[in-house]
């Protein structure tokens, strides 16, 4: 079945759920335009299904190897980064300054989720470079900007992101990768680094790493950590690729799915880096990449839920099998049709969390604004979290659906779920996530998810008396979700710890609830939108009753089970 690009939902998303509309009536994005984002999205949905797509096999089938210390990537994965980098689609949000196009995130994200669904394993390696790019452009020095910027938005060069060791996995602090000043403005760089995505490849002129290490004299923990620029190739005098650093790809990970993109264990012996940002602000520099990384990583879950919805859905229309109440194919038996439903409707809903949270990062940047920043830092965790689980959740229906073929490699149905499943894992696991949400998040005692809360309740209120149908389950959940967030920022952390999954769950089911109910509104009573939404408010949304209770248990019964009942 051939992959077609949201583009049509993206539209809709833009001008009746999210209101791209607010960005682009900031002076910072005035010239986005709608007839500009159009074609931008139309452009970029023609490259996803007609370049990138047809790739989407070959990175399962023959997976990027190690040969004499040399990667080389999966075949026609050359040809394919080099649509990406020669339409422009890596710098879409960069600085028009060093060569970008200086357009809102919110577009760049709308593109890397289509590419994603075309083919996650490639659309891995510009992702990790757009993160770069933002890291270097707020915290690296003017000389360092004017040597890789342009490289790396034109996509000449790749950008990666080391923070991984074996000891010292999401517990960044532990690391014991070093650096030591050389006396002349670079330094040494040496440690092993693991789970380093796009390593290496065959097909960009250099690769460049930001690699986290600890000076001399830095402390223990995160406090003690900086962040350097160590590239593959040292670039000369005229800022062009020179001689070979010292560093290498050890071994590549042989792994459960994204067999196309190269996750490499790194070895740098005295490699000569140049820092970025302050000594000791490593990681106040690496988190201005590994934010909107954590949005990016969210758009690769929504983007498999995609396409393994339209590959289930291409397969279901076809399968005939036994008698159903509606036509011959297994869409008319009703579990299949609920499974579809169901597919379709928490896609929509985690595509709509993820752009709204991309409309706040871009408010936030236009605007300056304190709110919009508060939204932005409250919807990342949801938007990332939410849109990975359900590229899992979608992808398991997907081979559900598929029968006995999903469990059979050369439909193609089982890919999805073996690449989305680290997408739960990595810039951050789910749990920490919503620990992340629970605790950091609820800093301010709550104030920026009451202030959703209120837009919710606010505009369920105003439709209740047309459609209360739609809008009465949406203003309670809302209700719901207000109340168990009073009780939350009330408990200790470990309490608040215990619920944070399902409580991060319970926001994103709310949240799914009112992008579809606006979603119904817009395209009207009878639509397939209203229809749509009809099946998320009335089969999923009450979930939230059963996601609050488990919110408010605390962790007191976890820790009467001792190790020894665990084991038991």
């Known amino acids: 079945m051939a992959y077609r690009a949201p583009v049509s939902e993206y539209k809709f998303l833009f001008d009746h759920v999210v209101g791209l509309d607010k960005v682009t009536g900031t002076d910072r994005f005035e010239e986005a335009t709608r007839d500009v984002t159009s074609a931008i999205l139309e452009e970029a949905g023609k490259m996803c299904e007609e370049v990138l797509a047809p790739l989407q096999r070959n990175g399962d089938l023959h997976p990027a190897r190690l040969e004499n210390g040399v990667v080389r990537t999966s075949p026609g994965f050359g040809d394919g980064y080099a649509a990406i980098a020669e339409g422009g689609w890596i710098g879409m ?140 190739l040292i670039p000369d005098a005229d800022g062009n690729p020179g001689v070979a650093n010292s560093l290498k790809v050890v071994s590549l990970e042989h792994k459960l799915g994204l067999h196309g993109s190269p996750t490499a264990v790194m070895q740098y012996d005295g490699a000569t880096g140049w820092l970025v940002g302050k000594p000791h602000g490593g990681m106040a520099a690496m988190f201005t990449m590994m934010n909107n990384a ?95 689980d359900i590229g899992i959740e979608v992808s398991q229906q997907g081979i559900q659906v598929h029968g006995g073929m999903g469990f059979v490699e050369e439909t193609g149905a089982a890919q999805f779920l073996r690449d989305v499943r680290v997408t739960a894992i990595y810039e951050g696991t789910n749990g920490i996530q919503s620990m992340d949400l629970v605790a950091r998040k609820m800093m301010d005692g709550g104030e920026a998810a009451y202030a959703l809360i209120d837009e919710i309740e606010a505009y369920a209120e105003g439709v209740k008396s047309s459609h209360p149908d739609l809008a009465e389950p949406v203003f309670n959940a809302a209700e719901t979700l207000r109340e168990t967030t009073e009780w939350l920022v009330e408990q200790d952390l470990n309490d608040r710890f215990a619920g944070a999954v399902p409580y991060l769950r319970l926001f994103a089911r709310v949240l799914g609830g009112y992008y579809h109910l606006c979603a119904a509104r817009a395209d009207g009573e009878g639509s397939a939108r209203w229809k749509l939404a009809n099946v998320y408010l009335h089969r999923l949304l009450p979930e939230h009753v059963g996601l609050a209770a488990h919110v408010r248990r605390g962790a007191a019964d976890l820790y009467e089970l001792t190790d020894e009942d665990l084991a038991a």
């Open 93 to 232: 949000a960069a600085s028009p300054e060093y060569g970008g196009m200086g357009l809102p995130y919110s577009l760049q994200n709308a593109v890397n989720e289509m590419m994603g669904g075309a083919c996650l394993s490639l659309q891995l390696n510009p992702l990790m470079t757009q993160g770069q790019i933002e890291a270097l452009e707020h915290h690296a020095s003017d000389a360092l900007k004017d040597i890789y910027l342009p490289k790396l938005i034109s996509g000449e060069w790749c950008g990666t992101m080391n923070l991984t060791e074996p000891q010292a996995g999401s517990d960044v602090g532990a690391l014991r990768s070093k650096a030591e000043d050389n006396g002349d403005g670079t330094y040494a760089v040496t440690g092993q680094k693991i789970y380093i995505s796009w390593g290496d490849n065959d097909f960009s002129e250099n690769v460049c790493h930001l690699v986290l290490a600890r000076l001399p004299d830095g402390v223990d923990g995160t406090k003690g950590i900086s962040l350097f620029m160590v590239p593959k």
């Open 294 to 388: 954590r949005l990016g990583v969210g758009g690769q879950g929504i983007a498999v839920a995609e396409a393994a919805y339209q590959h289930a859905l291409s397969y279901a229309r076809d399968r005939k099998q036994g008698k159903t109440p509606s036509g011959d194919a297994i869409t008319g038996h009703a579990d299949v049709r609920r499974m579809l439903a169901q597919m379709k409707a928490e896609t929509f809903a985690a595509r709509s969390i993820a752009a709204a949270c991309a409309v706040a990062i871009d408010m936030s940047t236009a605007t300056e604004s304190a709110e919009w920043k508060a939204r932005a830092a409250l919807l990342t965790p949801i938007a990332k979290a939410f849109g990975t």
